[in-house]
């Protein structure tokens, strides 16, 4: 049982398109993070998300709690965006993170 | 600007052996976290730890698996008797509070022969 889906798993997109991913989950949270995979492996914070949304450059990310949903968008995306998204839930029971498995980008130029 | 640290970036280890992974967290933090990532799989959460003390743990971090922080300013995961499955990435993260933004160390690639 996965308690974070992301969709979709591969995603390959043109420069400058706007780019969205999409995370449901199934436990009750407390907070939402995106995180960034980069191709060596090394894995970066881009948001925290408890409720509403979130801003940073051309990353956008929303957090919907009552439809546990959260999108990640990115908007005229670059080549240098090529990496795996990840969502991960800090549970509100338990006191777990789920992560999901992640959105591998491709962007072309 | 601050950052985790792990070390070694790889280790090499035969199977029954111990291992002990080692992070140092930004110097202001106080909660610390161990992830693992089995190669082509999701990453995993193992323990968080937060005044000298684990406060969660995942059904992976068994009675094999301990974290201490020996000094103020080490994070260490030991593994007493290392399995072929242990072999992964093993991330260290830290964060001011347990909600806040966590920041990631690069990885250490633990391979279990």
């Known amino acids: 049982k996965n308690e974070v889906e992301q969709s979709p798993q591969n995603l390959t997109a043109q420069e400058g398109e706007f780019i969205t991913i999409n995370c449901s989950y199934s436990v009750g949270i407390s907070a939402l993070h995106w995180l960034q995979q980069h191709p060596g492996g090394g894995i970066v914070s881009l948001f925290m998300l408890s409720s509403g949304k979130k801003k940073h450059g051309r990353l956008i990310a929303t957090i919907n709690i009552q439809e546990k949903h959260s999108s990640l968008h990115i908007t005229a995306s670059h080549p240098r965006d090529s990496a795996v998204y990840i969502c991960a839930v800090y549970s509100n029971t338990g006191n777990q993170f789920y992560f999901g498995t992640g959105t591998s980008l491709t962007v072309i130029p | 600007e601050p950052e985790v640290t792990q070390t070694p970036s790889h280790q090499v280890t035969q199977m029954g052996q111990e291992v002990i992974l080692r992070c140092v967290p930004i110097s202001n933090h106080l909660y610390f976290y161990w992830y693992r990532q089995i190669l082509g799989q999701k990453v995993e959460f193992l323990v968080s730890f937060y005044n000298n003390e684990i406060s969660e743990k995942s059904e992976i971090f068994d009675d094999q698996f301990s974290v201490e922080r020996p000094d103020g300013s080490n994070f260490t995961l030991k593994i007493r008797s290392t399995k072929l499955e242990d072999s992964a990435m093993y991330f260290c993260?830290?964060?001011?509070?347990?909600?806040?933004?966590?920041?990631f160390g690069p990885g250490t690639r633990l391979t279990v022969l």
């Open positions: 993260a830290s964060s001011e509070d347990v909600l806040d933004e966590q920041f």
